[in-house]
């Protein structure tokens, strides 16, 4: 039962969550849910070599997650507890458990790499609501990756339209040195403002740019044909 046979977490089975809200923006918690820990156990283990069990400890729902090591010929269990849920109390808190426990194992460990993620209001749709300020906004992780020590390196999330809200992307100085001197040289050939380049592709700044982005803005500007004398 070694973590490295644990395979990391795709960008399509990180779910987003909001945070804190305000009138200046909110931030988003990344997790998974109980159907993807279900859906790795399969995978690394097999359906039939793992097993989950709960159980009321001092008025807290446990849940020991179960998994068969064949080399000792013996099952290896790792437990924790859950947390109430505003609804359904018992199978929230039968799934919390599940996952911490799971956590425990070592699927979507990574998740506690993540960066702080905060979206400014610019970048979504916040409104006040009574005392406290909302938003309808969706959002989702289109791509990430990780380094050598299993840690999120890169990430991007957008809304609910594919917007580019939030990214954070570990290129080389050297790499994002030549972004910025291509995009400016461009950008004085054509006579095109930065802004209106950054608002189209939903980024604030040409560092934020990943390299799919970059490349889509540097053809487009190719195709324009420079300002007038």
Request: net charge positive; with cysteine; charged share 30%.
């Amino acid at each position: 039962m070694e973590q490295e046979q644990i395979r990391l977490l795709k960008a399509e089975e990180i779910e987003c969550r909001v945070g804190m809200i305000s009138e200046k923006g909110l931030s988003l918690l990344l997790y998974k849910d109980a159907r993807v820990d279900m859906k790795i156990l399969d995978e690394v283990y097999g359906s039939s070599n793992w097993q989950r069990k709960h159980e009321v400890i001092g008025g807290n729902l446990y849940c020991t997650v179960s998994i068969w090591d064949e080399k000792k010929q013996q099952w290896i269990a790792k437990m924790d507890v859950g947390t109430k849920s505003n609804t359904e109390k018992e199978k929230g808190e039968a799934s919390d458990s599940f996952k911490r426990a799971c956590f425990s194992i070592g699927i979507g460990r990574e998740l506690y790499t993540a960066p702080f993620i905060w979206i400014s209001a610019e970048k979504i749709d916040i409104h006040k609501k009574a005392d406290r300020y909302v938003t309808y906004d969706k959002f989702k992780v289109s791509s990430l990756s990780y380094n050598e020590n299993r840690e999120i390196k890169d990430i991007s999330i957008v809304n609910q339209n594919g917007k580019i809200v939030y990214q954070l992307k570990s290129t080389s100085e050297k790499n994002t040195n030549e972004h910025i001197d291509g995009i400016n040289q461009e950008l004085r050939r054509t006579g095109i403002a930065l802004d209106t380049v950054l608002r189209r592709y939903g980024v604030s700044s040409i560092e934020e740019m990943d390299e799919n982005t970059y490349k889509k803005a540097m053809n487009s500007l190719k195709r324009t044909k420079p300002k007038a004398a």
